[in-house]
């Protein structure tokens, strides 16, 4: 099972920590700001806008929010001006790690990054030196206590999913990158909401990690993930499910 996938159930049962302390929303405020900055405020023509809005709705943000993100990132209103930069790293017990930044000083940010990853292990690589390990897709997750199996297998590959599979609680649809929204309003069609939907990093292998090296991963991962400039981490590790939730 893909670190992605694992590490994602982690967060599923952290996510209203995470709202508390507020972060969750200013990372979706920093995407729908970039995405209407780059492709326009209109969500109907502008498919990262409509993902990101989608996104912070699911996350019960309020619309407020929603339009004044907007409206900044059109020039409607002053805010900050975000550049995204990726980098590429190697964590404890060798796994490939891939992170998306919005940042408004990337200088600053990639020494808080170097200061991560030399208190928790690993180091950062060189453009190109992990990315080509993973392929970028749409991702869906959906509250399996919530539909049947069948009925969601059949919902989601009628809207054009390229996969479906059970992990945990949830299942995880898989879709092409401009298929994303698509997929989505098929589901709803049926009756069906996501609880969440991205464009994530998906890994074409595993590397499996154990021991003091997992442990030293997932609060790696964790680290980078609370850092207020990174948007998203992907990572191709393998561990065991229980003693991930465990750590």
């Not at 982690?10 to 979706?28: V, Y």
């Not at 200061?115 to 180091?123: D, K, P, S, W």
């Not at 991963?217 to 964790?222: F, P």
């Amino acid at each position: 099972m893909a670190g992605h996938s694992k590490w994602k159930q982690i967060k599923r049962k952290k996510a209203a920590t995470d709202a508390k302390r507020g972060a969750h929303f200013t990372k979706l405020i920093k995407e729908i700001t970039v995405a209407a900055r780059q492709g326009g405020g209109d969500p109907a023509g502008n498919a990262r806008l409509r993902t990101a809005i989608e996104a912070a709705k699911a996350a019960n943000m309020p619309a407020d929010n929603i339009e004044r993100a907007v409206k900044k990132g059109t020039g409607e209103l002053q805010g900050v001006h975000y550049e995204e930069v990726t980098y590429e790293a190697y964590g404890p017990g060798g796994a490939a790690i891939f992170i998306e930044v919005t940042t408004d000083n990337a200088n600053r940010t990639v020494a808080d990054l170097r200061h991560l990853f030399t208190r928790h292990g690993g180091n950062l690589g060189t453009a190109g030196s992990v990315a080509w390990m993973f392929n970028r897709c749409g991702q869906i997750t959906i509250a399996a206590a919530r539909y049947g199996e069948d009925v969601t297998l059949e919902a989601a590959l009628e809207a054009g999913a390229q996969d479906v599979r059970r992990e945990g609680d949830a299942y995880l649809l898989t879709t092409g990158v401009h298929a994303l929204h698509q997929v989505l309003q098929g589901l709803r069609g049926r009756g069906i909401e996501a609880e969440s939907a991205e464009l994530a990093m998906i890994p074409k292998s595993t590397v499996r990690v154990e021991g003091r090296d997992a442990e030293r991963l997932v609060k790696l991962i964790e680290a980078l993930e609370e850092h207020d400039d990174v948007a998203k981490v992907s990572s191709n590790f393998d561990v065991d499910l229980e003693a991930l939730a465990e750590v």
